[in-house]
T-cell receptor, first 112, second 115 residues
Protein backbone atom coordinates (compact mmCIF):
# COMPACT_ATOMS: atom_id res chain seq x y z
CA UNK A 1 0.00 0.00 0.00
CA UNK A 2 3.01 2.23 0.45
CA UNK A 3 4.20 1.69 -3.12
CA UNK A 4 4.15 4.17 -5.95
CA UNK A 5 4.24 2.53 -9.36
CA UNK A 6 5.83 4.36 -12.29
CA UNK A 7 5.98 3.74 -16.02
CA UNK A 8 7.64 3.56 -18.41
CA UNK A 9 11.03 2.53 -17.09
CA UNK A 10 12.72 4.34 -19.95
CA UNK A 11 11.55 6.75 -22.63
CA UNK A 12 13.12 8.06 -25.81
CA UNK A 13 11.62 11.19 -27.36
CA UNK A 14 12.63 13.38 -30.25
CA UNK A 15 13.44 17.03 -29.60
CA UNK A 16 10.22 19.05 -29.59
CA UNK A 17 8.08 16.04 -28.73
CA UNK A 18 5.93 15.38 -25.66
CA UNK A 19 7.23 13.16 -22.87
CA UNK A 20 4.63 11.47 -20.68
CA UNK A 21 5.39 9.59 -17.47
CA UNK A 22 2.68 7.90 -15.44
CA UNK A 23 2.40 7.02 -11.76
CA UNK A 24 -0.15 5.21 -9.63
CA UNK A 25 -0.58 4.85 -5.87
CA UNK A 26 -2.76 2.91 -3.44
CA UNK A 27 -2.54 4.78 -0.14
CA UNK A 28 -5.47 7.21 0.02
CA UNK A 29 -3.72 9.08 2.85
CA UNK A 30 -1.23 10.48 0.34
CA UNK A 31 -2.01 14.11 -0.31
CA UNK A 32 1.11 15.60 -1.84
CA UNK A 33 2.58 14.41 -5.11
CA UNK A 34 5.91 15.90 -6.23
CA UNK A 35 8.00 15.09 -9.25
CA UNK A 36 11.77 15.11 -9.04
CA UNK A 37 14.42 15.35 -11.75
CA UNK A 38 17.82 13.75 -11.21
CA UNK A 39 20.91 14.19 -13.35
CA UNK A 40 23.84 11.76 -13.07
CA UNK A 41 26.01 12.52 -10.05
CA UNK A 42 23.42 14.85 -8.53
CA UNK A 43 20.67 14.51 -5.98
CA UNK A 44 17.03 14.76 -7.04
CA UNK A 45 15.63 18.27 -7.51
CA UNK A 46 11.98 19.22 -7.13
CA UNK A 47 10.41 19.91 -10.51
CA UNK A 48 6.73 20.43 -9.81
CA UNK A 49 4.20 19.22 -7.25
CA UNK A 50 0.44 18.90 -6.90
CA UNK A 51 -2.18 18.31 -4.22
CA UNK A 52 -5.31 16.25 -4.93
CA UNK A 53 -7.67 19.23 -4.73
CA UNK A 54 -6.71 20.23 -8.29
CA UNK A 55 -6.68 18.08 -11.42
CA UNK A 56 -3.88 19.84 -13.24
CA UNK A 57 -0.93 22.09 -12.54
CA UNK A 58 1.28 23.70 -15.14
CA UNK A 59 4.67 25.33 -14.74
CA UNK A 60 6.31 26.31 -17.99
CA UNK A 61 6.74 23.22 -20.16
CA UNK A 62 5.89 20.86 -17.28
CA UNK A 63 2.33 19.81 -16.43
CA UNK A 64 1.01 17.40 -13.80
CA UNK A 65 -2.34 15.78 -14.45
CA UNK A 66 -4.03 14.22 -11.41
CA UNK A 67 -6.91 11.73 -11.32
CA UNK A 68 -7.96 11.27 -7.70
CA UNK A 69 -10.60 8.60 -8.35
CA UNK A 70 -8.16 6.47 -10.33
CA UNK A 71 -5.30 7.24 -7.94
CA UNK A 72 -3.08 8.13 -10.85
CA UNK A 73 -1.01 11.13 -11.81
CA UNK A 74 1.25 11.92 -14.71
CA UNK A 75 3.96 14.32 -15.81
CA UNK A 76 3.85 15.85 -19.28
CA UNK A 77 6.92 17.58 -20.66
CA UNK A 78 6.01 19.68 -23.67
CA UNK A 79 8.55 20.65 -26.34
CA UNK A 80 11.07 18.22 -24.85
CA UNK A 81 14.70 19.34 -25.11
CA UNK A 82 17.98 17.40 -24.95
CA UNK A 83 18.67 19.19 -21.64
CA UNK A 84 15.61 17.42 -20.21
CA UNK A 85 17.44 14.10 -20.49
CA UNK A 86 17.51 12.84 -16.91
CA UNK A 87 15.80 10.39 -14.58
CA UNK A 88 12.39 11.46 -13.34
CA UNK A 89 10.83 10.25 -10.11
CA UNK A 90 7.28 10.64 -8.96
CA UNK A 91 6.72 10.61 -5.22
CA UNK A 92 3.95 10.79 -2.67
CA UNK A 93 3.61 11.62 0.97
CA UNK A 94 0.91 12.17 3.55
CA UNK A 95 0.12 15.36 5.42
CA UNK A 96 2.86 14.80 7.93
CA UNK A 97 5.54 14.65 5.23
CA UNK A 98 7.47 12.16 7.29
CA UNK A 99 7.63 9.37 4.77
CA UNK A 100 8.20 10.24 1.17
CA UNK A 101 7.60 7.27 -1.11
CA UNK A 102 9.36 7.47 -4.47
CA UNK A 103 8.56 5.62 -7.66
CA UNK A 104 11.32 3.56 -9.30
CA UNK A 105 12.12 6.26 -11.85
CA UNK A 106 11.93 6.85 -15.60
CA UNK A 107 15.07 7.46 -17.60
CA UNK A 108 14.23 10.02 -20.28
CA UNK A 109 16.43 10.54 -23.32
CA UNK A 110 15.60 13.40 -25.67
CA UNK A 111 17.27 13.01 -29.04
CA UNK A 112 18.54 16.17 -30.79
CA UNK B 1 23.34 24.22 -6.30
CA UNK B 2 21.04 23.38 -3.38
CA UNK B 3 23.36 24.47 -0.58
CA UNK B 4 23.24 20.96 0.87
CA UNK B 5 26.60 19.24 1.05
CA UNK B 6 27.54 15.67 1.89
CA UNK B 7 30.79 13.96 2.77
CA UNK B 8 32.52 11.88 1.78
CA UNK B 9 31.66 11.60 -1.91
CA UNK B 10 32.64 7.94 -2.11
CA UNK B 11 33.38 5.35 0.54
CA UNK B 12 34.42 1.71 0.46
CA UNK B 13 33.89 -0.50 3.51
CA UNK B 14 33.91 -4.20 4.23
CA UNK B 15 31.05 -6.28 5.55
CA UNK B 16 30.58 -5.96 9.31
CA UNK B 17 32.22 -2.54 9.59
CA UNK B 18 30.54 0.65 10.73
CA UNK B 19 30.23 3.87 8.71
CA UNK B 20 29.30 7.49 9.39
CA UNK B 21 28.04 9.73 6.61
CA UNK B 22 27.74 13.49 7.05
CA UNK B 23 25.40 16.14 5.73
CA UNK B 24 25.36 19.91 6.02
CA UNK B 25 21.91 21.39 5.52
CA UNK B 26 20.95 24.81 4.29
CA UNK B 27 21.15 27.41 7.01
CA UNK B 28 17.80 27.78 8.72
CA UNK B 29 16.53 24.35 7.69
CA UNK B 30 15.39 22.49 10.79
CA UNK B 31 14.39 19.26 9.07
CA UNK B 32 16.75 16.73 7.52
CA UNK B 33 15.76 13.47 5.89
CA UNK B 34 18.00 10.61 4.81
CA UNK B 35 17.37 8.30 1.86
CA UNK B 36 18.99 5.19 0.43
CA UNK B 37 19.05 4.96 -3.36
CA UNK B 38 20.09 1.62 -4.81
CA UNK B 39 21.41 1.60 -8.36
CA UNK B 40 18.59 2.13 -10.83
CA UNK B 41 15.97 2.61 -8.11
CA UNK B 42 14.15 5.48 -6.50
CA UNK B 43 15.25 6.84 -3.13
CA UNK B 44 13.94 4.98 -0.08
CA UNK B 45 13.16 6.97 3.04
CA UNK B 46 15.32 6.00 6.02
CA UNK B 47 14.36 8.58 8.64
CA UNK B 48 13.77 12.23 9.28
CA UNK B 49 15.01 14.53 12.04
CA UNK B 50 13.41 17.76 13.15
CA UNK B 51 15.23 19.96 15.65
CA UNK B 52 17.50 17.10 16.71
CA UNK B 53 14.69 14.61 17.34
CA UNK B 54 13.78 11.66 15.10
CA UNK B 55 10.47 12.59 13.50
CA UNK B 56 9.66 9.60 11.34
CA UNK B 57 11.27 6.39 10.17
CA UNK B 58 10.97 4.16 7.13
CA UNK B 59 11.37 0.40 6.98
CA UNK B 60 15.03 0.24 7.99
CA UNK B 61 16.51 -1.77 10.88
CA UNK B 62 17.87 -0.12 14.05
CA UNK B 63 21.46 -0.48 12.86
CA UNK B 64 20.66 2.61 10.79
CA UNK B 65 20.76 5.54 13.19
CA UNK B 66 21.15 9.27 12.95
CA UNK B 67 22.01 12.46 14.70
CA UNK B 68 21.15 16.07 13.98
CA UNK B 69 23.13 18.92 15.46
CA UNK B 70 22.17 22.55 16.19
CA UNK B 71 24.59 23.82 13.54
CA UNK B 72 22.48 22.31 10.69
CA UNK B 73 24.78 19.33 10.29
CA UNK B 74 23.66 15.73 10.63
CA UNK B 75 25.00 12.19 10.50
CA UNK B 76 23.81 8.83 9.29
CA UNK B 77 25.43 5.89 11.07
CA UNK B 78 25.20 2.33 9.81
CA UNK B 79 26.47 -0.53 11.96
CA UNK B 80 27.29 -4.09 10.94
CA UNK B 81 27.40 -3.26 7.25
CA UNK B 82 25.90 -5.75 4.83
CA UNK B 83 26.53 -6.13 1.10
CA UNK B 84 23.00 -4.85 0.39
CA UNK B 85 23.84 -1.57 2.09
CA UNK B 86 25.82 -0.61 -1.02
CA UNK B 87 23.94 2.40 -2.39
CA UNK B 88 23.88 6.16 -2.82
CA UNK B 89 22.88 7.82 0.44
CA UNK B 90 21.12 11.13 0.08
CA UNK B 91 20.26 13.73 2.64
CA UNK B 92 17.61 16.37 2.06
CA UNK B 93 16.90 19.45 4.11
CA UNK B 94 13.76 21.51 4.37
CA UNK B 95 12.59 24.43 6.45
CA UNK B 96 10.73 23.50 9.60
CA UNK B 97 8.41 22.52 10.98
CA UNK B 98 8.31 19.30 8.99
CA UNK B 99 5.42 19.49 6.60
CA UNK B 100 4.60 17.99 3.26
CA UNK B 101 4.54 21.40 1.60
CA UNK B 102 8.16 22.17 2.36
CA UNK B 103 10.51 21.71 -0.57
CA UNK B 104 13.22 19.19 0.12
CA UNK B 105 16.68 20.20 -1.12
CA UNK B 106 18.86 17.19 -1.79
CA UNK B 107 22.58 16.91 -1.50
CA UNK B 108 24.66 15.11 -4.16
CA UNK B 109 24.89 11.97 -2.07
CA UNK B 110 27.56 9.64 -0.73
CA UNK B 111 28.24 6.50 -2.75
CA UNK B 112 28.85 3.63 -0.29
CA UNK B 113 30.30 0.35 -1.51
CA UNK B 114 30.37 -2.61 0.87
CA UNK B 115 32.74 -5.43 -0.10
Amino acid sequence: QQQVKQSPQSLIVQKGGISIINCAYENTAFDYFPWYQQFPGKGPALLIAIRPDVSEKKEGRFTISFNKSAKQFSLHIMDSQPGDSATYFCAATDNYGQNFVFGPGTRLSVLP
Amino acid sequence: ETGVTQSPTHLIKTRGQQVTLRCSSQSGHNTVSWYQQALGQGPQFIFQYYREEENGRGNFPPRFSGLQFPNYSSELNVNALELDDSALYLCASSSGPASSTDTQYFGPGTRLTVL
